[in-house]
């Protein structure tokens, strides 16, 4: 195992249109989180799951982002109707439940034009 | 919500420099974290400490739960070492790696 893996690691896309990054976590790890940065800024905490359930996701930035985990193994995020704001860069990490280290992977970067 | 403040924001040093980047956080913890983010956008965790300190390598990290307070130290600094450092804690007491509060980070330069 190589690591948390973020796929695509570019994406630039037109406004509107609909965009889906996929993260797959270290494998023995249960957790899995996303995060956004903005240029200048630390990442901010956006949603995540223990296995296959979201435990939390008031922070999503809006209607427009949503995130699964079908089977407990890696995960999409997907935004819809991308406004240029939304570019960023995606990071997307993972942990063990009870061990709060949390390993990142290399994130997707985002423009929306 | 935890508040994190690192300082400086920017600092730009010359190679073998000893060098010292803050973290100052509002509410109590259970652990803090490290990391360095490179051009390019991949994060590595440094360090995840609880309390005292702790050594890898060139790097120290140091942590005083009772002020809220956390210094990371970088000995005989490198180009290599040009990086943004991070400080990252939980968003409330005895709160996990669930979604980490990071602070704006801090751009370090070395210069040769």
């Known amino acids: 195992d190589t690591g948390v893996s973020q796929d695509p690691r570019h994406k630039i896309t037109k406004r509107g249109q609909n965009v889906t990054f996929r993260c797959d976590p270290i494998?023995?790890?249960?957790?899995l989180y996303w995060y956004r940065q903005t240029l200048g800024q630390g990442p901010e905490f956006l949603t995540y799951f223990q296995n296959e359930a979201q435990l939390e996701k008031s922070r999503l930035l809006s209607d427009r982002f949503s995130a699964e985990r079908p089977k407990g193994s890696f995960s999409t995020l997907e935004i819809q109707r991308t406004e240029q704001g939304d570019s960023a860069m995606y990071l997307c990490?993972?942990?063990?439940?009870?061990?709060?280290?949390?390993?990142f992977g290399q994130g997707t970067r985002l423009t929306v034009v | 919500k935890n508040e994190v403040e690192q300082s400086p924001q920017n600092l730009t040093a010359q190679e073998g420099e000893f060098i010292t980047i803050n973290c100052s956080y509002s509410v109590g913890i259970s652990a803090l974290h490290w990391l360095q983010q490179h051009p390019g956008g991949g994060i590595v965790s440094l360090f995840m400490l609880s309390s005292g300190k702790k050594k890898h390598g060139r790097l120290i990290a140091t942590i005083n739960i009772q002020e809220k307070h956390s210094s990371l130290h970088i000995t005989a600094s490198h180009p290599r070492d040009s990086a943004v450092y991070i400080c990252a804690v939980p968003p409330y007491s005895g709160g996990g790696a669930d979604g980490l509060t990071f602070g704006k980070g801090t751009h370090l330069i070395i210069q040769p």
């Open positions: 494998s023995e790890h249960n957790r």
């Open positions: 990490a993972s942990s063990i439940t009870g061990v709060t280290e949390a390993f």
